[in-house]
């Protein structure tokens, strides 16, 4: 059975850092991309970044504009994990964090983490 | 970047009824898209993959058509446990959601 379960969500201050982690079970993390997506409160699912199966490198992680620069994702495939480092946190970054695997290729988010909280404020 | 629009953003409905909801991308996305539920305080679910494929478990009454720009999701009989909010999805260049559709009850 395929489980995804995001940690490391908390309370940070403005400026400060955090680092989520993806745990994974029931398939072989080395085999499959991962992405990471947020929902700040009461809005809408925002894509976040992305790791191909190979994402050893930067020429395999993708990010989103708003994020670019301050968030990098990673993987520890002998830990079966997937990391979000999150550095220099704005208020807009309060959102709840999800991870979710792809199939492969061109493939929908299937399935997703419960998702874990960051908060953002002062 | 590819940008997604559903609409309506808020639709009221009754048990049996026949809802549609509707995605546009703002370029051709092929049949590159997906279509999730979500319920308050859960992760999104997937229903319908590559614009009209039901996901393994889902049931017949979810529908999804369309290709290119303009896509449909359809519940051909609302259910209670169908009251939720309602994604679309691009994955044809980079990932992109719709700002979803509430379905509620009328």
């Known amino acids: 059975q395929v489980q995804l379960v995001e940690s490391g969500g908390g309370v940070v201050q403005p400026g400060g850092s955090l680092r989520l982690s993806c745990a994974v079970s029931?398939?072989?993390?080395?085999?499959?991309?991962m992405h990471w997506v947020r929902q700040a409160p009461g809005k809408g699912l925002e894509w976040v970044a992305f790791i191909r199966y190979d994402g050893s490198n930067g020429s395999n992680k993708y990010y989103a504009a708003s994020v670019k620069g301050r968030f990098t994702i990673s993987r520890d495939n002998s830990k079966n994990t997937v990391y979000l480092q999150m550095n220099s946190l704005r208020t807009e970054d309060t959102a709840v964090y999800y991870c979710?695997?792809?199939?492969?290729?061109?493939?929908?988010?299937?399935?997703w983490g419960q998702g874990t909280l960051v908060t953002v404020s002062s | 970047d590819i940008q997604m629009t559903q609409s309506p953003s808020t639709l009221s409905a009754s048990v049996g009824d026949r809802v549609t909801i509707t995605c546009r991308a703002s370029q051709s996305i092929s049949s590159w898209l997906a279509w999730y539920q979500q319920k308050p305080g859960k992760a999104p679910k997937l229903l319908i993959y590559k614009a009209s494929s039901l996901e393994s478990g889902v049931p017949s009454r979810f529908s999804g058509s369309g290709s290119g720009t303009e896509f449909t999701l359809t519940i051909s009989s609302l259910q209670p446990d169908d009251f939720a909010t309602y994604y679309c999805q691009q994955y044809n260049s980079l990932w992109t959601f719709g700002q979803g559709t509430k379905v509620e009850i009328k």
């Open positions: 979710a695997k792809i199939a492969g290729g061109s493939s929908p988010f299937d399935p």
């Open positions: 029931g398939f072989s993390l080395n085999s499959y991309g």
